[in-house]
């Protein structure tokens, strides 16, 4: 077998990588207004009444985290610091609690962010587990000290329904993307 022939180089690769590892998929960057107008719209679906809910997914959560993983340069903690500001004076709570789960989040999701990249979504979504799980732990345990007793365990379903909703986030937000890609591949 020769390992110089570039082919046989390409059937090892495919062979030693597992289905949902895709190294190739580093796709162009995202225009900044569309990065910036979905993150403005998940803000505006955020100030909707069924957020008080506490087992409600935390779409603005969610958008920040996914443009932290793949636009880090256009998105980070100082984004989602104030989207979370802005979410505390909302929701009239402690100022604060939602900026520091927010600033967590996006710490995590630009830490492991070339990891992620190279997943599929729902392998992007089980690595972001722990990171919403953590981020929303931190949070609660500050209000409940802040508050003086324990809120119970209601808000891990948000963080379940926010996690399950990433690889469906993930898809919506790439098809500008994808419309891009396949129109360059049609025309060769």
Same mark, same amino acid.
Request: proline residues 6%; aromatic residues 12%.
């Given at each position: 077998?020769?390992?110089?022939?570039?082919t046989?180089? %390409?059937?090892?690769?495919?062979?030693?990588t $597992?289905?949902? @590892?895709?190294?190739?998929?580093?796709?162009?960057?995202?225009?900044?207004?569309?990065?910036?107008?979905?993150?403005?719209? *998940?803000?505006?679906?955020?100030?909707?009444?069924?957020?008080?809910? $506490?087992?409600? $997914?935390? @779409?603005?959560?969610?958008?920040? *985290?996914?443009?932290?993983?793949?636009?880090?340069?256009?998105?980070?903690?100082?984004?989602?610091?104030?989207?979370?500001?802005?979410?505390?004076?909302?929701?009239?709570s402690?100022?604060?609690?939602?900026?520091?789960?927010y600033?967590?989040?996006?710490?995590?999701?630009?830490?492991?962010?070339?990891?992620?990249?190279?997943?599929?979504?729902?392998? %992007?979504?089980?690595?972001?587990?722990?990171?919403?799980?953590?981020?929303?732990?931190? %949070?609660?345990m500050?209000?409940?000290?802040?508050a003086?007793?324990?809120?119970?365990?209601?808000?891990?379903?948000g963080?379940?329904?926010?996690?399950?909703?990433?690889?469906?986030?993930g898809?919506?937000?790439?098809? $500008? %993307?994808?419309?891009?890609?396949? *129109?360059?591949?049609?025309?060769?």
């Amino acid at each position: 077998m020769d390992r110089n022939n570039p082919t046989v180089r %390409q059937t090892a690769r495919r062979l030693g990588t $597992p289905s949902n @590892v895709h190294p190739e998929r580093l796709t162009r960057p995202a225009h900044g207004a569309f990065v910036w107008g979905t993150l403005l719209a *998940a803000w505006l679906l955020s100030l909707l009444p069924w957020r008080a809910w $506490p087992g409600a $997914p935390d @779409v603005l959560a969610l958008v920040l *985290a996914f443009w932290c993983v793949h636009e880090p340069r256009r998105v980070g903690m100082v984004a989602a610091f104030c989207f979370g500001l802005l979410m505390d004076v909302h929701d009239a709570s402690a100022l604060g609690g939602t900026a520091l789960e927010y600033t967590l989040i996006a710490y995590g999701a630009v830490v492991l962010h070339r990891r992620l990249q190279r997943f599929d979504l729902w392998s %992007q979504a089980l690595h972001m587990l722990p990171v919403f799980f953590v981020a929303r732990l931190v %949070q609660q345990m500050l209000l409940a000290w802040l508050a003086g007793r324990w809120p119970g365990w209601d808000w891990a379903l948000g963080v379940l329904l926010t996690v399950a909703l990433w690889p469906v986030v993930g898809w919506a937000l790439h098809l $500008p %993307q994808r419309g891009a890609d396949d *129109a360059e591949s049609s025309s060769v």
